[in-house]
């Protein structure tokens, strides 16, 4: 043959394509096709002798690229394979020296598995008995090469041996990874690759059996009979039909598997009886997202995962050079009769869904149960902490919607559902506008059904985020774990951000609501912030104009002017003080408004005249050297006894002095019917 650039070849094979477990499986599956071809399938026998290096490594990783936990086993450093196939014989060794030989294309061979030796180890020998074609026993030996022969140092003789066979010797990894230390690990991981070789009706599985160099050993057969730790409980067939009406037949072997690594349940497609590519099954049913369980005839629980093994004419053909993928439909062109599309008819998906389908009726695993809780939880969430979703329950996809999910995840798929709702409403009423007369009554019930319940989730949303705050401000209010009250400062931010105006603080960043419905909507708000030139630096707790002054003019003079003072929950020690009164910094604060002392944050003269009303709140709680202060102000009781009020005419001043929990309850009751709407009514 013609020179091959067999270290070109190797650079030229794509990082991801293989894993270390790639070669080993290639000579596995080799040493298969050398016993079948033989003709001795029940007396084959194949053997994988672990060596291990001399001294224990520091870090390594595995093929996901995973440290490996502390093991007392030394790395893997060469494997040997031994088969009593039908050896090397002048036809094999012919097809080994052409390049992508098409020799053993009916069993899914391709003439590329050899570069995956020489990819992961140093060393690559071959040792064989063969029968020439006058039933002569001849011995060949030869070397993997990596230059521009692939058989390189080759030998053949005559040979006393009467059997034939061949040995693979791998030395030498040369990967960063690592295999599994442990043999039961590597036993499994093979096995899993392999697995449809021994469960294909009516084909017996050679003896397949790893040996560590210290005498443990594992026959992978025993995995399906005597272990009894892979069960197969459900083969079916099922079709696909393309376009053009062709019909593509495939089959699916579903397996119990009781020793799962990663606790994933899968879907296995398959090319000639290996593994190519894998998929989860919750991608499709998001119940299989955790493991299953029963109990064994001694009563103990077994935990279990489910591998759907899937094969058909279709994979095999289209199965790709390395055997790590499929060539697939393209997805964002599946819906066009291109030329590529009439190639390959399918998504890989399509295939995965049809075995999901099948795999999802199998009564045994107790999806129901899995799923009747996931919605007992999702109504339960919905019931007791987001009743504003309560009209998109009807739209929830159950099949689809995800297991064992968190309150946030609850919250942002519920979101997600509201959020296309609305877009779908949105296109609707579009279409209704440009076609108005066209659209049936039944169309417009839909759609105006759609904006109520919008408008609903909105309102029921808003409700529960108040609520939310006054359970939030009774919590403030009352001694904390320290036996200490929070300080002014968290309690004003919890109504206002401080050092912030309306200009720089979100709609939603405020509570004021919960002093006075009114003050929602005021245009202008100060926050702790000073606004009086002058020296004293006085600052007003909270200043709030019904429009923003930087664009009044003489004829809004007489806008009202709101001004709030908090103290400290139990603080009672401003009594003595009249620069620490209340109420007197209120009327102090309103005095030098009148008096045209106040300059807006942009330099424009705040505009008063002596009709512009205020507003006065003063929030604080009482004891008796309070209610003494109050009294010398002269304000009026509230029936409640929970706050005081009065109109001081000099000032022009409307002003209400209200306990915290005065500020609570009347806040509760004000929203206290929509709480209950939502079924929110009761407290922290």
Same mark, same amino acid.
Request: aromatic letters at 12%; charged letters at 30%; one cysteine or more.
């Given at each position: ?25 290639? +000579? ?31 870090? $390594? ?5 995973? =440290? ?37 294309? #009916? ?51 005559? *040979? ?6 061949? !040995? ?9 990874? !690592? ?49 009894? &730790? ?18 593509? %037949?495939?089959? *699916? ?24 590519? *894998? ?7 998001? #119940? ?75 009564? &045994? ?6 799923? %009747?809780?996931?919605? +007992? ?71 105006? !059904? ?7 989730? $909105? ?18 209010? #009352? ?8 300080? #002014? ?53 909270? +200043? ?5 002054? +930087? ?28 620069? &620490? ?23 424009? %003269? ?50 209400? =002095? ?23 009514? %009761?407290?922290?």
């Amino acid at each position: 043959m013609a020179d091959v650039n067999i270290q070109g070849i190797l650079n030229n094979i794509p990082p991801k394509s293989s894993t270390i477990y790639t070669p080993l499986i290639e +000579a596995i599956v080799n040493s298969i096709h050398a016993i079948e071809e033989k003709g001795n399938l029940s007396e084959g026998e194949i053997l994988i002798k672990i060596k291990r290096k001399d001294t224990q490594s520091g870090m $390594n990783f595995d093929e996901n690229g995973k =440290v490996f936990a502390d093991s007392s086993k030394k790395d893997i450093k060469s494997f040997e394979i031994i088969d009593n196939g039908i050896g090397f014989n002048e036809k094999n060794l012919e097809s080994f020296n052409t390049l992508y030989s098409g020799y053993k294309a #009916e069993k899914g061979g391709k003439g590329f598995g050899r570069f995956m030796y020489i990819k992961y180890f140093d060393s690559v020998r071959v040792r064989s008995t063969f029968q020439d074609d006058d039933q002569k026993y001849n011995l060949l030996t030869f070397d993997f090469g990596r230059a521009k022969e692939f058989v390189e140092n080759k030998s053949v003789s005559v *040979t006393s041996e009467t059997t034939t066979g061949t !040995q693979l010797f791998l030395d030498n990894i040369n990967a960063k990874t !690592q295999y599994d230390k442990t043999i039961a690990t590597l036993a499994r991981k093979i096995m899993e690759n392999i697995l449809f070789y021994f469960i294909v009706d009516g084909w017996t599985c050679p003896k397949i059996t790893l040996k560590d160099e210290d005498g443990e050993q594992i026959t992978l057969n025993e995995y399906t009979s005597h272990f009894n &730790e892979i069960q197969l409980i459900k083969t079916e067939d099922f079709s696909l039909t393309d376009t053009s009406g062709n019909n593509y %037949n495939f089959c *699916t072997k579903i397996v119990k598997i009781y020793y799962p690594n990663n606790k994933s349940s899968k879907i296995s497609l398959c090319a000639h009886n290996r593994e190519v590519t *894998t998929k989860p099954i919750s991608d499709y049913i998001p #119940e299989f997202i955790e493991e299953f369980s029963e109990k064994d005839e001694k009563g103990q629980k077994r935990n279990y995962i489910i591998r759907a093994y899937v094969e058909g004419d279709y994979l095999n053909k289209h199965v790709n050079l390395e055997r790590n993928s499929f060539n697939f439909s393209d997805k964002n062109h599946k819906d066009h009769s291109d030329e590529l599309n009439n190639i390959y008819p399918f998504l890989e998906e399509d295939i995965e869904k049809e075995v999901a389908k099948i795999v999802g009726k199998i009564d &045994e695993l107790g999806l129901e149960t899995r799923q %009747n809780r996931k919605k +007992a939880e999702m109504i339960k969430y919905i019931a007791d902490e987001a009743p504003y979703y309560l009209d998109f329950q009807d739209d929830i996809n159950w099949s689809e919607l995800p297991y064992r999910t968190s309150k946030k995840e609850k919250d942002t798929y519920l979101n997600k559902l509201r959020f296309q709702k609305e877009e779908d409403t949105k296109i609707l009423l579009e279409k209704t506008i440009e076609n108005f007369g066209g659209i049936s009554h039944e169309r417009i019930d839909e759609i105006t !059904q759609n904006i109520t319940i919008l408008q609903k989730n $909105n309102l029921a949303h808003y409700v529960l985020i108040r609520k939310m705050t006054l359970d939030l401000l009774k919590k403030f209010i #009352e001694k904390g774990e320290d036996g200490n009250f929070q300080k #002014e400062e968290v309690l004003h931010s919890l109504i206002f951000p401080t050092k912030q105006t309306s200009d720089n603080a979100k709609y939603s960043e405020h509570n004021l609501w919960i002093l006075d419905e009114r003050l929602s909507f005021e245009k202008y708000i100060t926050s702790d912030k000073p606004m009086i030139s002058g020296t004293n630096g006085d600052r007003i707790d909270l +200043a709030i104009f019904d429009k923003n002054f +930087a664009f009044r003019t003489n004829s809004d003079a007489t806008t009202p002017v709101t001004i709030v003072e908090f103290k400290k929950p139990m603080r009672t020690d401003f009594t003595g003080s009249k620069q &620490e009164d209340p109420i007197e910094q209120i009327m102090r604060y309103v005095e030098k408004i009148q008096k045209g002392n106040i300059k807006l944050e942009n330099g424009r %003269n705040l505009l008063v005249s002596d009709n512009t009303p205020f507003y006065g709140y003063a929030v604080f709680d009482f004891d008796e050297n309070v209610k003494q202060m109050i009294k010398r102000h002269d304000l009026k009781p509230f029936p409640d006894g929970l706050g005081y009020f009065r109109y001081h005419e000099g000032f022009n001043l409307y002003i209400e =002095v209200l306990s915290w929990d005065k500020v609570l309850k009347d806040a509760q009751q004000r929203n206290k019917v929509f709480f209950h709407k939502l079924n929110i009514s %009761n407290e922290l």
